[in-house]
């Protein structure tokens, strides 16, 4: 039994290994991917919004459910990053694969505040939700002012 637990890991850690890039067949799926899961963040983080922001009701529930798919789909879309999908259908600036670590930099802090907006919106203080949301929303846009164009 612990030889195939052992050996459960091993390949676990092997195929976590890979380069992100090996996830897709062509760049185009990489661009689609990435496309799809950031507009999934965003129509949940729109939501949000409009719930922080008094244009629909204030339901904590919704709330926490919405910013459990933000933090969720926050992950996602990085892989999706890899060297030869600059080009195509993309909003994604050269300066993504120029800037390397500042890139990478920005996602973590994306995923790092959607967590910390996912345990604000648990808690169903809606006034601790608007400090959380703005700050992610700050998050965001300073990663698209650097890195998303047209």
Known sequence: ?????????????AVMALPAAAQFAKPGDAIKYRCSSLSVLQTHFFRLANRVNGLAPYDPKAAADNAAIVLAMSKLPWPAFGPG??????????SIWTQQAKFNDSAQKMVAQAA????????GDLDK???AFRATAGTCQSCHDAFRGR
């Open 1 to 13: 039994m612990k030889n195939i637990a052992t050996l459960i890991l091993a390949v676990a850690a």
């Open 85 to 94: 999908t600059g080009e195509g259908d993309t909003r994604a600036r050269p």
């Open 116 to 123: 910390t907006l996912d345990a604000v919106a648990k808690t």
């Open 129 to 131: 939700l608007k400090v």
